[in-house]
Nanobody, 123 residues
Framework: QVQLVESGGGLVQAGGSLRLSCAAS????????MGWFRQAPGKEREFVAA????????SYADSVKGRFTVSRDNAESTAYLQMYTLKPEDTAAYYC????????????????WGKGALVTVSS
């Protein structure tokens, strides 16, 4: 099992930047594909980004591609989501997730989730 704790959320002005962290506790962080999801008020949860076990491969939703960067530090058992040029429509609760493979992570059918970090982008 793995426990995930997000941090770094908060209020930021449109055009600003924010970095979310996801600290993992448990066995073998490097064995998990890591993903980020978000859920805005009144909307369904959506995929944001994912990163492979080694960090060599990343995937992004079209809505954030070019603005967000996902990374990981396996030595510190932490994943990151660096968000640039934030827009009001990025306002959401952001969730970190860990899964065994790409398909399950991107689909959101994942066993391990953080409790979420709120990101509010003001205009």
């Amino acid at each position: 099992q793995v426990q995930l704790v997000e941090s770094g959320g908060g209020l930021v002005q449109a055009g600003g930047s924010l970095r979310l962290s996801c600290a993992a506790s448990g066995r073998t962080f490097s064995s998990y594909v890591m993903g980020w999801f978000r859920q805005a008020p009144g909307k369904e949860r959506e995929f944001v980004a994912a990163i492979s076990r080694s960090g060599a491969i990343t995937s992004y939703a079209d809505s954030v591609k070019g603005r967000f960067t996902v990374s990981r530090d396996n030595a510190e058992s932490t994943a990151y989501l660096q968000m640039y040029t934030l827009k009001p429509e990025d306002t959401a609760a952001y969730y970190c997730a860990a899964g065994r493979g790409w398909t399950t992570v991107v689909a959101g059918t994942i066993d391990y989730w953080g409790k979420g970090a709120l990101v509010t982008v003001s205009s």
